[in-house]
């Protein structure tokens, strides 16, 4: 076996486990877990103290992404989330605030990043309300564990109260270009983990959203089950801390929803409640009707989940509008009305449910997660990396990346023809719906077996995790003869330039998901020009971003058009706009 690391420091300079847990020791003795409205109105000491209760009554909880961008318009947002549900008779536990990725930097370097559309904490007293303005838990996720920022935010949430934080799944796929400070990363981030793993006797636990980090890009579910049995094994066996898994954007079949459900609890140890099943966002698109059908649809299998087999999982209600941009206030409220009728008809469901099919069909996934877990761990170990240091075992496996992860330790039958080299024991929906997409989107277009594109170099990246439209765009460039060079998720925009000067490519595509499609297009059109760089430029996905002071992000085609760059935002039109741009 041949692995190729792509280290970006040398672990071996990271300071042992000794020196680290000494340092741990003296931080957690200085944190206190705050106390939010939440506790004080159920009584409870943590959020996990009161999931425990709600799964032994077998009660569904909801959560919400609420992350605008001032902390006035967030305050507002939540106190009208949560008065218009409690007038209608319907409820919220818990909500997540979606922090702006510059939170997930030093103060000292923010002003490197060109802010998003998240939440930005300006100051400790913000920080501090975070549980103070309605009685539903907040929860932090974004750009927590796992940034550049892992320490002194988790440090700050903990001390709001708010004992459910991660996201430790960014470790992986979350980058902020401009900064190379792995190693510093690597070792704040254990130290995190470590300060979460000396409270977690006062119910603290790591979520880790698997569908935002290398879960994302892999193809088979049951090595997903062995990896995040992974992070189980660097955040509980390494650190003592508790883990609670979170899934379900990339989820769009009802019943693999539920499987998944067994199946990570199954490998759950210490039965910790976990964060939060995300929605299916796979199946959104700018059609709202179907929208509404999509949320019903994991609505109902999420309920189920729930009550046939309680995890603590609350159900996220998405907005319609989530495909679009960022959900307003209101729109949050029409989804939890609508994911409440799904609750409601789902008890008259669970019961004719094949549970015992459900649990066999985990049991596949977990019997081949753990051989996907020891494999790694071996072929780890012979790699001369120290499987007993939580930041070696980090360090390494980003350094190694899905792709080679699973061609190497997967579990699959072997199939030269097989993506990856393997046939999945049971595909993901992602490869799945990629597969569909790709086929309808290929017949439908003509002169592809003609390969207009042969013998042209193109650029395909993607500015965030979410890489759909990418991979999508790939096949179908690569359908059309040419010749495709993927710079995969968190693409740099100096590392765009250098590419093409490199591969000589006669266009870029890229695509976005976060928030800052008017900045990005705006930073790579004046770099290519510093480069002397004059080729088509593509851009799809989400076309938004906050400006001019706006707290929610708005429509950017028109100027990200006036660029000059390509903003149809349709797979279908692309290979004919490179034909014709391009003069072939």
């Known amino acids: 076996m041949e ?3 792509k280290w970006k420091f040398n672990i071996k300079d990271l300071p042992d486990m000794g020196t680290l847990n000494h340092e741990i020791d003296g931080i957690a003795k200085n944190v206190t877990i705050g106390r939010t409205l939440f506790m004080e109105k159920f009584g409870v000491s943590s959020e996990r103290e009161y999931k425990e209760r709600m799964m032994k009554e077998k009660k569904v909880m909801k959560h919400s992404a609420v992350g605008l961008n001032s902390w006035q318009a967030q305050e507002e947002g939540l106190k009208k989330i949560y008065d218009e549900l409690t007038e209608s008779g319907s409820y919220i536990d818990r909500y997540g605030a979606c922090l702006d990725w510059v939170m997930g930097v030093p103060e000292e370097h923010r002003s490197k990043i060109q802010p998003g559309s998240g939440l930005i904490l300006k100051n400790e007293d913000e920080w501090a309300r975070l549980g103070q303005v309605v009685p539903v838990q907040p ?5 927590i564990i796992g940034s550049l920022n892992s320490l002194q935010n988790t440090m700050l949430g903990l001390n709001a109260g708010v004992t459910t934080i991660g996201n430790i799944s960014h470790y992986y796929t979350y980058e902020y270009p401009g900064l190379d400070m792995e190693e510093y990363r690597t070792i704040d981030m254990v130290k995190a983990i470590g300060l979460m793993a000396r409270l977690s006797g006062q119910g603290t636990i790591i979520h880790s959203n698997l569908d935002d980090g290398f879960g994302a890009q892999f193809h088979d579910l049951a090595n997903l089950v062995g990896y995040a049995k ?31 459900n067994s199946a990570m609890g199954k490998i759950n140890t210490y039965h910790t409640p976990g964060s939060m099943i995300y929605g299916n966002t796979i199946d959104f698109s700018y059609n709202m009707p179907k929208n509404y059908g999509a949320v019903t649809s994991y609505a109902m299998a999420d309920a189920i989940g729930q009550m046939i087999c309680p995890s603590g999982h609350a159900i996220t209600p998405i907005p319609v509008t989530e495909a679009i941009r960022v959900p307003a206030i209101d729109e949050i409220i029409d989804a939890h009305n609508t994911v409440d009728m799904a609750i409601e008809s789902a008890k008259y469901y669970k019961d004719y449910v094949d549970v015992q099919k459900v649990e066999a069909e985990a049991d596949i ?44 330790f997967g579990v699959g039958r072997k199939d030269a023809e ?30 592809l077996d003609k390969q207009p594109l042969k013998d042209i170099n193109v650029i395909v990246a993607a500015t965030d995790v979410h ?12 359908k059309a003869g040419a010749e495709v060079f993927d710079l995969g ?40 020009k510093e480069l002397g760089i004059d080729i088509p430029i593509v851009m799809g996905g989400r076309l938004n971003e906050p400006m001019e002071g706006s707290d929610l992000p708005v429509d950017v085609t028109d100027r990200l058009a006036a660029m000059g760059i390509n903003v149809d935002n349709d797979i279908d039109k692309i290979v004919d706009y490179l034909v014709r741009v391009l003069g072939l």
Do not use: W
Not at 371 to 376: C, D, L, N, P, Y
Not at 380 to 393: A, F, K, R, S, Y
Not at 467 to 478: C, N, R
């Open 489 to 528: 998720t968190n693409v740099a925009i100096a590392e765009l330039g250098d590419t093409v000067i490199e591969t000589e490519s006669r266009a870029v595509l890229i695509s976005t998901y976060n928030g800052i499609a008017y900045s990005f297009g705006e930073e790579l059109v004046k770099k290519f």
């Open 467 to 478: 890489e759909f439209g990418k991979e999508i765009s790939k096949t179908v460039l690569q």
């Open 418 to 447: 097989a993506m990856r080299g393997r046939i999945p024991v049971r595909p993901t929906s992602i490869v799945k719906e990629i597969d569909r997409q790709q086929t309808s989107i290929i017949n439908g277009i003509d002169g």
């Open 230 to 260: 992974l992070e189980r094994y660097i955040c509980e066996d390494l650190l003592g801390a508790r883990v609670g898994h979170c899934f379900g954007n990339l989820f769009n079949d009802p019943m693999i929803r539920i499987i998944f």
């Open 3 to 5: 692995l190729k690391f």
């Open 365 to 408: 996934l977990v019997a081949c997660g753990n051989i996907f877990f020891e494999r790694v761990l071996n072929g780890l170990d012979e790699q001369n990396v120290d499987i007993t240091h939580p930041g070696e075992v980090l360090a390494a496996l980003k350094a190694i990346g899905v792709t080679q992860l699973e061609t190497c």
């Open 139 to 143: 929860h932090l996720g974004d750009h």
